[in-house]
């Protein structure tokens, strides 16, 4: 298994860790996630669903706080829509959650939990292999860097 996902496998153990803290400890919270890993059954109307944007933010208090459900891969709860408030259960992979919020004794929002983009960060050995080894050329082609090369290999070991 490659650094990245194994960092992805910490994360959603830490966001899934978050939320079971914030239920045992009954504190309402809010997920912001995407879109595409969030299922409801039964599906909702299109004049409803089709108001979403790529992201979505649930807020959960009251039937929808003790409705969750949470799991290794995703977390289920029920909630109501539109002005008819259309019931329906929401499924989210941990995976598609970006951000859990919570409010401060202000009522401001204060972000417990942040998924961030680490592709970069964490890329495949070989892209690190290659990044040294142009590091090492761009050194090596250096004027400079070569005198000084040669002055540390004439000088044997000892100090002489």
């Known amino acids: 298994m490659n650094v990245l996902n194994k960092y992805n496998q910490l994360n959603n153990r830490h966001c899934v860790e978050n939320i079971k803290f914030l239920i045992e400890n009954k504190v309402n919270f809010s997920i912001f996630c995407e879109l595409s890993k969030v299922s409801f059954t039964p599906a909702l109307p299109e004049e409803i669903f089709s108001k979403f944007g790529p992201f979505v933010l649930f807020v959960l208090a009251g039937y929808s706080f003790s409705s969750l459900v949470v799991t290794a891969s995703s977390v289920e709860f029920e909630a109501g829509f539109g002005r008819d408030n259309i019931g329906s259960f929401v499924n989210v992979k941990i995976d598609g959650i970006i951000q859990l919020i919570v409010k401060d004794k202000k009522d401001d929002n204060v972000v417990l939990f942040s998924r961030n983009e680490v592709n970069e960060i964490f890329s495949e050995k070989e892209d690190k292999k290659d990044s040294l080894e142009s590091s090492a050329a ?14 540390i290999q004439k000088i044997k070991p000892g100090g002489k």
Do not use: E, H, V
């Not at 050194?139 to 090369?149: A, V, Y």
């Open 138 to 151: 761009a050194i090596f082609s250096d004027p400079q860097n070569q005198k000084i090369l040669k002055k």
